[in-house]
């Protein structure tokens, strides 16, 4: 009983002894007046007394039949509710005045760091590889992360400079390789005429086609030129037509319409003397007369049409709907390889820029229109420069 009685239960609490029955062992009178039951079991405690105003817990004896309960008034144990909400309040309280504080430092540590990283990727993710993340005072992680985010873009950009570079070259070797073809045919037609001229002794028309043939394979040994002149491009398709219209006298004639003021600008070579050599090839004979039509002028603008007209049956539905499609209409024995020719390379020039349209005239005949947007002066003056790079520039 002696650490019970340490205990403080207030004023009307108190420490006792009952016996196996719940009976009280002393201050029975106390226990009588306020209706107090000792019997606790069943439960750790219970409320009793008048109005319920006692909680009665205790515990049984080992050693005999008794039991040892506390009686403490409800009184004692609401004092200290007061000084508990006190507690809750201050706690509330500091947890609002430090809330500003926490959001402030997580962003500061947290959301803003993240935030610059997702604004970086929405840049890089619109094709801007120069973006970099700039240092500042952060948390350990995310000055790792920051570090690791600029490295790898850096490499990805040389690796993409890489790329590009390689396929430019690539793109290089190819539009020369283009340009380098020479249709043997003509080559061999070329000789065959300058034979029958020294037949019959035409030496004025030899020496013209001599000179001629000298000029047109000089332009086709110009391969180190992405572009020339619409100029330079128009005389050697004149030059061309000059050939053959020495090889069909009768059965060929021509006109070109190009207005002065577009002379100088810029065209990828044999563009225009392609698609006449192609005219020649399939629709002139020695059974009736093909007239070729060649204009030039200006789009809007934005850069040169280019239409080729002639006189002839036009080109044959399956052929046309090939060529209007982009399809492949060699076959394999290298027929209409120069219309191919000049489809690549201007793809290779121009991307989706640049239109080829074929199609058969009213009166038959085929037409072919190209549309080349204008390219930079510079790129006709250099020689060497590349078709690639200057479209990307």
């Known amino acids: 009983m002696v650490p019970l009685n340490l205990i403080d239960f207030g004023r009307n609490g108190t420490a006792l002894l009952a016996t196996e029955h719940y009976e009280a062992m002393a201050n029975r009178t106390f226990i009588r007046e306020n ?13 009793t007394g008048t109005n319920k105003q006692f909680l ?12 040892l309960v506390a009686v403490i008034p409800d009184s004692v144990i609401l004092e200290n509710l007061p000084f508990l909400r006190r507690i809750v309040s201050f706690i509330s309280l500091g947890a609002l005045v430090l809330l500003p504080f926490i959001l402030f430092l997580l962003r500061k540590t947290v959301l803003t760091p993240i935030n610059r990283i997702m604004t970086a990727m929405r840049r890089i993710e619109d094709g801007n590889l120069d973006v970099r993340l700039t240092h500042r005072t952060s948390v350990l992680e995310f000055e790792m992360m ?16 890489n790329v590009l570079e390689e396929q430019l070259k690539h793109q290089k070797a190819e539009l020369r390789h283009l ?17 029958n001229l020294a037949v019959v002794k035409n030496f004025a028309l030899i020496q013209e086609m001599s000179l001629c043939l ?10 180190n030129l992405t572009f020339v002149t619409l100029k330079d491009e128009m005389e050697h398709t004149l030059n061309y037509l000059r050939i053959q219209e020495m090889r069909f006298p009768e059965n060929l004639t021509y006109e070109l319409s190009v207005p002065e003021r577009l002379m100088e600008q810029a ?50 539905e399956e052929v046309l709907a090939k060529l209007q499609l982009e399809m492949d209409i060699g076959g394999g024995e290298g027929r209409h390889i120069g219309i191919w020719n000049v ?11 640049a ?10 005949g085929a037409v072919v229109e190209i549309f080349i947007p204008y390219a930079d002066k510079d790129e006709v003056q250099g020689g060497e420069a590349d078709a690639a790079l200057a479209y990307c520039g």
């Open 56 to 67: 009665v817990s205790g515990g049984q004896s080992a050693k005999g039949h008794f039991s």
């Open 355 to 364: 239109r080829i349209a074929f199609s058969n005239g009213p009166d038959q």
């Open 35 to 47: 209706r107090i039951d000792l019997n606790y079991t069943g439960t750790d405690y219970t409320l």
């Open 267 to 316: 065209v990828p070579p044999l563009v225009i003397q392609t698609f006449v050599e192609n005219t020649i090839k399939h629709a002139v004979s020695m059974d009736r007369t093909i007239r070729i039509t060649i204009g030039v002028e200006e789009a809007q603008g934005s850069g040169l049409l280019i239409r080729i007209r002639d006189t002839g049956k036009g080109f044959p």
């Open 343 to 353: 489809q690549r390379r201007l793809r290779l020039l121009y991307r989706d820029e």
């Open 146 to 161: 920051n570090h690791t985010f600029n490295r790898m873009i850096s490499q990805i950009q040389e690796l993409k400079i």
């Open 214 to 223: 000298v000029q047109y394979f000089r332009f086709m040994f110009r391969s």
């Open 179 to 195: 340009q380098l073809q020479i249709n043997p045919h003509f080559f061999l037609n070329s000789l065959n005429i300058i034979y």
